[in-house]
């Protein structure tokens, strides 16, 4: 139980083009949604708490018209990075906690993007 | 800064031998703690948790041991086996309602055959 899938996994795009990454928890529910980039060799930083139904919370630093996060069910958040750029290349993963549940995060497997 | 650090940023043990990696954390609100493994090129993966009123906790081959007092988390991992090469991250929720965690910057563990 408790899986999260996310799509494309590897996604290569011209500079100025943007890109819609999907999160998905397959055998539950999440209420929150968790969007993080990592850069190689690097822990894990939080982007935004997506919550379904609301808008989501950006961290500081983050730029919410760059980085649109959309959790339209309980099911999905998409992350949609906009006039990428190639500073944009990153490993972004997204988590999930079931609704009604613990503070436990389960990670999607991440998606690689690279900006050429 | 950070507000979960580790001490070692690479761990090489033989397989076979028991492995531990440690965390420090400055937070003294944290109230929930995970380790999560992360092999190369995938998103972490759960390994165990424990909440702030346990000092262990053991899972399969795992155990976590919280002491407070000093603000230090270890993972210990027995018989190692090369499947467990990976980075291991700790990671910390200060107990606010969104749930947000803080991570580590994270311990490449490598098992040598």
């Known amino acids: 139980g408790a899986v999260v899938s996310q799509h494309p996994s590897r996604v290569i795009c011209k500079s100025g083009t943007s890109v819609k990454i999907e999160c998905r928890s397959l055998d539950f529910q999440a209420t929150t949604m968790f969007w993080y980039r990592q850069f190689p060799k690097q822990s894990l930083m939080l982007m935004a708490t997506s919550n379904e139904g609301s808008k989501a919370t950006y961290e500081q630093g983050v730029e919410k018209d760059k980085f649109l996060i959309n959790h339209a069910s309980l099911t999905l958040s998409t992350l949609t990075v906009t006039s990428a750029h190639p500073e944009d290349s990153s490993f972004y993963i997204c988590?999930?906690?079931?609704?009604?549940?613990?503070?436990?995060?389960?990670f999607g497997p991440g998606t690689r993007l690279t900006v050429l | 800064g950070e507000s979960v650090g580790l001490h070692l940023p690479t761990l090489s043990v033989q397989e076979g031998d028991n492995s531990i990696i440690n965390c420090a954390y400055s937070?003294?609100?944290?109230?929930?703690f995970i380790w999560y493994k992360q092999e190369s090129g995938k998103g972490p993966q759960f390994i165990i948790d424990i909440r702030s009123n346990m000092d262990k906790r053991q899972g399969q081959r795992v155990t976590v041991l919280l002491n407070k007092t000093v603000k230090h988390l270890s993972l210990q991992i027995a018989a190692t086996q090369p499947g467990d090469s990976a980075v291991y991250f700790c990671?910390?929720?200060?107990?606010?309602?969104?749930?947000?965690?803080?991570f580590g910057k994270g311990t490449l563990l490598t098992v040598n055959p």
């Open positions: 990671a910390e929720n200060s107990g606010g309602s969104n749930y947000k965690l803080t």
């Open positions: 988590s999930a906690r079931l609704a009604g549940g613990t503070d436990t995060q389960y």
């Open positions: 937070n003294s609100a944290s109230d929930y």
